[in-house]
């Protein structure tokens, strides 16, 4: 059963990139991550292992914070992303505000010199 639930999330994110929802470059080797250890998991071997080289006593526990650490991972590379495109959407903005004071500078101008105020609207 539990295979079944990885290799249904696998097809999941398999659509959701094939969708273009999900960007390969960010986050599906982490994902990928996921589920590999989580294949991986299904075998008490690699368990127990795991539980040794962690020295952790109950190895079960192990499985519970390598996942913990992926998706940290994870999650640190998302924000990162999110957060070059807020600098990314600030700088927009700040060119456009510098844009639109331009033209209304320039709008203040004509009117100013008597040209025709009426061709650019103010928005």
Excluded: K
């Amino acid at each position: 059963m539990g295979l079944l639930i990885i290799i249904g999330l696998a097809l999941v994110l398999l659509s959701l990139v094939r969708r273009g929802l999900i960007q390969v470059d960010l986050s599906v080797p982490w994902l990928l991550a996921l589920v590999v250890f989580g294949i991986l998991s299904l075998n008490e071997g690699f368990v127990n292992w795991a539980g040794v080289q962690l020295g952790i006593l109950y190895a079960p526990i192990a499985i519970i914070f390598c996942t913990i650490a992926i998706l940290l991972g994870l999650i640190t590379v998302l924000l990162m992303a999110v957060t070059r495109l807020r600098f990314r959407q600030i700088e927009i903005i700040r060119r456009r505000a510098a844009m639109d004071l331009a033209r209304q500078e320039d709008h203040v101008r004509a009117r100013d010199a008597g040209g025709p105020a009426g061709d650019f609207p103010i928005r």
